[in-house]
């Protein structure tokens, strides 16, 4: 069964920095999209990042490009989102969760929630003064 953890969240304030993990269990990480997600109270869930399998591309929302960084360690079977320079308007809950294609898992990352599967139970991040 496949199992994503999230852990990083907390309260920061606006222009510091934290470091999300998404450990992985039942898939391994390197050879299937991972995308970070966030949710804010009233919105709809969007993709902040993603990292694709082989070849290795990383993408990411217009509002975050520059600040976070998404990466993957093989080792501890984790993807990361490295987030800094934090706005209030970062606070959500944070989830990573895997591309899926059908009823298997896929390489290439996609830019809708819809096309992701076995979701983490999300970390809150909260960015204020």
């Known amino acids: 069964q496949v199992q994503f953890v999230e852990s990083g969240g907390g309260s920061f304030q606006p222009g510091g920095s934290l470091r999300l993990s998404c450990a992985s269990s039942?898939?391994?990480?390197?050879?299937?999209?991972i995308g970070w997600f966030r949710q804010a109270p009233g919105k709809e869930r969007e993709r902040v990042a993603c990292i694709s399998s082989v070849p290795v591309n990383t993408y990411y929302t217009d509002s975050v490009k520059g600040r976070f960084t998404i990466s993957r360690d093989s080792a501890k079977n984790t993807v990361y989102l490295q987030m800094n320079s934090l706005k209030p308007e970062d606070t959500a809950v944070y989830y990573c969760?895997?591309?899926?294609?059908?009823?298997?898992?896929?390489?290439?990352?996609?830019?809708?929630?819809?096309?992701?599967?076995?979701w983490g139970q999300g970390t809150q991040v909260t960015v204020s003064s």
């Open positions: 039942g898939i391994h990480v390197d050879y299937y999209a």
């Open positions: 969760a895997a591309r899926v294609w059908g009823a298997a898992y896929a390489s290439a990352c996609a830019s809708e929630a819809s096309d992701f599967g076995s």
